[in-house]
């Protein structure tokens, strides 16, 4: 039940690891002076009164920072772009705030997700010493929103993986560099204001475990990789402008509850209604096999130019030789040197390699 200010004097604990506030009524701004943690592994503000902007200075100064959950709070304005620079960052939590602006392409760059470390770290502490032995410490804990339900993870919350966006007003598109994060289980961007397709690359969140993009205003077809993701149990695309033909396979047949895809107006197939003969053209900026019209039509442009222009160098080059006597001399000429020193070359290497054979049977057989 603590209420008021943060105090500045917090950031004076420069050993802290782990620093919980949540489910209080702090207010205010988040001080300036816990940029001073640097040994900061967990930060959880979630469910509190704090406004103005996510400082910067997060992203730059705790750059050991695994841990980041703001949720529940009054924060305004875009991402801070320095929030990429936490490589080590594997759960990220400003769900329900009131923050604004695009999604940064740069999410990508979290390495700990993307490359699925698990460095056994957040384990519980122990402290050693001459005279106490070993003396058990404190053990990390986190309560998480996954699969439609909010989780307690105490010794399991090393393995777990998250990014949570829900309830802002994001707008734009999902950026693509997200798909880099193969490690990550848990995805809710839901109750924005995102546009355009779900990537159609989405198929490359290997672990993912639990998606939520429902509340938003996607619009095209579900890409058809999304029956790649083996571990999925959790998936709510409700509340959109989807169209077209649900895909089938894997483990998105087991996902057989209609509310899924409720909202979806032009949405058909298992578990909706059967789909039209019109359904089964993909619309506009997706179609199966994991690419798009625009990437194809942009391939066939570049290889007909591709080949026109050697075509229009080829015949340019033979017309100059034609017409220019001296040009074509010296191009004959030079094509004739070449030959020969790579004949000359080529010989006097298989006369070596044949005497060294010779020698060394010659020598065997002495």
């Known amino acids: 039940m603590l209420s008021g200010d943060v105090p500045m004097s917090l950031g004076s ?6 620093l919980h506030l949540k489910n209080n009524t702090l207010q205010g701004k988040i001080p300036m002076s816990l940029r001073n943690l640097e040994s900061l592994e967990t930060l959880d503000l979630s469910m509190n009164s704090f406004d103005g902007f996510i400082p910067w200075w997060i992203g730059e100064s705790l750059s050991s920072l695994k841990v980041l959950s703001v949720h529940s709070n009054k924060f305004e304005g875009e991402i801070p772009l320095q929030l990429c620079y936490l490589a080590s960052l594997r759960i990220l939590n400003l769900a329900n705030n009131v923050m604004t602006g695009t999604i940064p392409n740069c999410f990508g760059n979290f390495t700990a997700i993307a490359m699925h470390e698990q460095n056994g770290y957040w384990d519980y502490y122990t402290i050693a010493g001459p005279y106490l032995g070993f003396v058990r410490g404190y053990g990390e804990n986190m309560k998480v929103y996954v699969k439609g339900i909010e989780l307690e993870y105490t010794r399991t919350l090393q393995f777990l993986y998250s990014i949570d966006l829900s309830g802002n007003n994001f707008v734009g598109e999902i950026p693509q560099e997200l798909m880099n994060l193969s490690g990550l289980q848990n995805l ?121 222009g050697f075509a229009a160098g080829f015949v340019g080059v033979c017309s100059i ?28 290497k298989a006369n070596q390699v044949k005497r060294k054979f010779l020698r060394n049977k010659l020598e065997g057989n002495a």
């Open 13 to 18: 604990q420069e050993s802290l690891i782990s």
């Open 321 to 348: 030789l034609y017409f220019n006597d001296s040009w074509r001399c010296a191009w004959f000429g030079l094509v004739d040197r070449v030959y020969n020193k790579l004949w000359v070359t080529i010989a006097i």
């Open 188 to 308: 809710n961007l839901s109750r924005n204001k995102l546009d355009g397709h779900i990537p159609w690359n989405i198929g490359k969140l290997s672990s993912l475990e639990s998606l939520d993009l429902s509340e938003n205003e996607l619009s095209g077809s579900i890409p058809f990789s999304i029956s790649d993701l083996n571990f999925l149990s959790h998936l709510n695309l409700s509340i959109n402008h989807l169209s077209g033909r649900i895909p089938t396979g894997n483990q998105l047949q087991t996902l057989d509850d209609k509310s899924i895809y409720i909202g979806n107006d032009g949405l058909c197939g298992p578990p909706l209604n059967n789909c039209s003969n019109d359904a089964d053209e993909l619309p506009k900026g997706h179609e199966k096999g994991g690419t798009t019209r625009k990437d194809d039509s942009e391939m066939v442009w570049f290889y007909s130019g591709m080949g026109m």
